[in-house]
């Protein structure tokens, strides 16, 4: 079993479609599952090129 960021920066490492993971990143987020602060600095640790896969996607997600 893996938690929720490592799941996200799994797929962000495979080059996915920046819509698709933004859509993944704000359901993990209105889930409580995650914040965006957790997420980009536990994918910056664990895989740096899937960190900037995250940020792409960041852009297309609405604030709350």
Known sequence: ???PVRSITDVA?????EDQLARLI?????GGLLTV???RSRAEVI????A???ER?????PTS
Not at 13 to 17: E, L
Not at 47 to 50: G, L, N, V
Not at 57 to 61: N, T
């Open 1 to 3: 079993m893996t938690t």
């Open 13 to 17: 490492a495979g080059s996915p479609d």
């Open 26 to 30: 704000v359901d993990a987020r209105d």
């Open 37 to 39: 602060r957790n997420l």
């Open 47 to 50: 895989d740096p090129r899937a």
């Open 52 to 54: 900037l896969y995250i």
């Open 57 to 61: 996607a960041l852009q297309r997600v």
